[in-house]
């Protein structure tokens, strides 16, 4: 449900195994920033990859808000851009966004750089509320 640039997901599991094919899913995770703000509500994200950063989801100026959400399995594999430059983000990468997470489950997400469950950077907020973090690396 999309509209005055707000992007709701709800109930919704996103799967992709081996999916690389589009551009911006090889550097980026499978959400990016396509909208202002960001409302995932019961939704799980498992088995999502990328080559740069954010596995899952990459934010970027955005105002996100998960609830009741599970990242499971998703890789950031944090390859070095053309400058040499690495960051990570397993499951979630965000750089100069607002997010908050409220009964988020992180569970098995990697890096291989930095942040196996989440990385933010450049004036990134967050508000945490009964998050778990499980075997992230």
Known sequence: ESN???LKIKHLRITFVSNLNEWRTLYHGRIEG???TLVVTN?????NSSFYNGGAVYLSG???SFENAEFNTNVAYATANSSGTRYG???VYST????EFNTVTFTDNRSDFVGGAVAF??????KLSGVTANSNT
Do not use: V
Request: proline share 0%.
């Open 96 to 99: 100069g966004s607002n997010s």
């Open 34 to 36: 396509i909208a202002k």
């Open 4 to 6: 005055n640039n707000i």
């Open 121 to 126: 950077y450049s004036e990134s907020t967050e």
């Open 89 to 91: 983000g397993g499951a």
């Open 43 to 47: 939704s799980l994200f498992e088995s």
């Open 62 to 64: 955005t105002d996100a």
